[in-house]
């Protein structure tokens, strides 16, 4: 399969606190890797560097085969633009309808052809596809949190993005929600044919949705691998986590 990302020996420090130190990682086209850890040990901070929100120290990291540290601003927003990142908070524009914020990024890039017939099947097209199209005119503070995270979910997918970052796309759901946007995951995978990254401490997420697995501890990833296989790890503390 072809690497659609690649990192190799990245380092982040935010003044004397070292984030990340010498991460390297691969992605391929249609894989999901699920990266995991206890909270506030960089692990959003690895997918702000990956989309150029953060700068890296040192360290390369390629997108579709170009080292994003070399591009001026308009090469990255267009690489950007083939990458979708689905906020832990959804991000939704409080002031948009439904329709609206699908509307919005549609109009900024050049994704198709801008008449009102276009727009308009794509955004049914993906609102279907997530299971929103009878709530198309109502506002982000009329759905639930299932719902934003749907709505969330749809918006990054109307510029067809060929790879997802999912900052917890589960956290703050009832179990039965998360069980949904899982499925709605692996759905929007197979569809889609997106290779993702995503970011969770949900157990059921990774073991549904990962194709390989990485444990990131103290800047460093100390394991990978499938669910099975963590599970199985010799290492009490990796094995605990998984059981």
Same mark, same amino acid.
């Given at each position: 399969?072809?690497?659609?990302?690649?990192?190799?020996?990245?380092?982040?420090?935010? *003044?004397?606190?070292?984030?990340?130190?010498?991460?390297?990682? =691969?992605?391929?086209?249609?894989?999901?890797?699920?990266?995991?850890?206890?909270?506030?040990?960089?692990? =959003?901070?690895?997918?702000?560097?990956?989309?150029?929100?953060?700068?890296?120290? #040192?360290?390369?990291? *390629?997108?579709?085969?170009?080292?994003? #540290?070399?591009?001026?601003?308009?090469?990255?927003?267009?690489?950007?633009?083939?990458?979708?990142?689905?906020?832990?908070?959804?991000?939704?524009?409080?002031?948009? !309808?439904?329709?609206?914020?699908? *509307?919005?990024?549609?109009?900024?890039?050049?994704?198709?052809?801008?008449?009102?017939?276009?727009?308009?099947?794509?955004?049914?097209?993906?609102?279907?596809?997530?299971?929103?199209? !009878?709530?198309?005119?109502?506002?982000? #503070?009329?759905?639930?949190?299932?719902?934003?995270?749907?709505?969330?979910?749809?918006?990054?997918?109307?510029?067809?993005?060929?790879?997802?970052?999912?900052?917890?796309?589960?956290?703050?759901?009832?179990?039965?929600?998360?069980? *949904?946007?899982?499925?709605?995951?692996?759905?929007?995978?197979?569809?889609? !044919?997106?290779? #993702?990254?995503?970011?969770?401490?949900?157990?059921?997420?990774?073991?549904?949705?990962?194709?390989?697995?990485?444990?990131?501890?103290?800047?460093?990833?100390?394991?990978?691998?499938?669910?099975?296989?963590?599970?199985?790890? =010799? !290492?009490?503390?990796?094995?605990?986590?998984?059981?």
């Amino acid at each position: 399969m072809d690497e659609v990302i690649r990192i190799k020996n990245l380092y982040k420090s935010f *003044e004397d606190n070292e984030v990340l130190k010498d991460i390297s990682l =691969s992605l391929r086209k249609g894989e999901n890797i699920v990266v995991m850890g206890r909270s506030g040990i960089g692990k =959003s901070v690895l997918i702000k560097c990956i989309v150029g929100l953060l700068n890296h120290d #040192s360290g390369t990291i *390629e997108i579709f085969n170009t080292d994003i #540290s070399t591009l001026g601003y308009r090469q990255l927003d267009s690489i950007r633009k083939r990458i979708g990142f689905l906020f832990q908070g959804s991000a939704l524009y409080d002031s948009m !309808n439904v329709r609206e914020n699908l *509307e919005f990024p549609l109009l900024r890039s050049r994704f198709l052809e801008k008449t009102d017939k276009n727009i308009n099947r794509v955004i049914d097209e993906v609102l279907e596809n997530v299971g929103l199209l !009878n709530a198309k005119n109502k506002m982000p #503070s009329e759905l639930s949190g299932g719902m934003q995270k749907r709505l969330g979910l749809a918006r990054t997918l109307v510029l067809r993005p060929q790879i997802i970052l999912y900052d917890e796309p589960t956290t703050g759901l009832d179990p039965v929600t998360s069980g *949904e946007i899982i499925d709605l995951m692996i759905s929007v995978q197979k569809k889609y !044919n997106t290779s #993702s990254i995503i970011i969770t401490h949900d157990l059921k997420c990774a073991k549904m949705t990962a194709n390989n697995i990485k444990l990131l501890k103290n800047g460093v990833f100390y394991a990978e691998g499938t669910y099975e296989e963590m599970k199985k790890n =010799s !290492n009490k503390e990796i094995a605990e986590y998984f059981n």
